[in-house]
């Protein structure tokens, strides 16, 4: 069975730091472009970072840059996403997602999604 788990989640205060993990079993993480998107309520899903399958580049969204970084290990088949001076407006489900191809906003174009690990940030 093909599916990615993911973990991590949880309550922050402002200013704090979490670390989400995603494991991919049944395939193989390679070569695909792996995404974190996260989804607050009432919003559309949004694509907060991604680490390209073909180098492993890393990829922002302007308002997480500086605070969010990827790191993937194909060997172990995780992808982690490590939030640092987290705000209230990182609140969210996110999701970890694979594509092929290079990084995209469009949802449709990835092939795997996590069940979604809820982050809240309150003080």
């Known amino acids: 069975q093909l599916q990615f788990v993911e973990s991590g989640g949880g309550l922050v205060q402002p200013g704090g730091s979490l670390r989400l993990s995603c494991a991919a079993s049944g395939f193989t993480l390679g070569s695909y472009t792996i995404s974190w998107f996260r989804q607050a309520p009432g919003k559309e899903r949004e694509r907060v970072g991604c680490?390209?399958?073909?180098?492993?580049?890393?990829d922002f969204a302007d308002s997480v840059k500086g605070r969010f970084t990827i790191t993937r290990d194909n060997a172990k088949n995780t992808v982690d996403l490590q939030m640092d001076s987290l705000e209230t407006d990182d609140t969210g489900v996110y999701y970890c997602?694979?594509?092929?191809?290079?990084?995209?906003?469009?949802?449709?174009?990835?092939?795997?999604w996590g069940q979604g690990t809820q982050v809240t940030v309150s003080s």
């Open positions: 997602a694979a594509a092929q191809g290079g990084c995209s906003n469009n949802i449709y174009l990835y092939a795997y």
């Open positions: 680490t390209m399958g073909s180098d492993g580049t890393t």
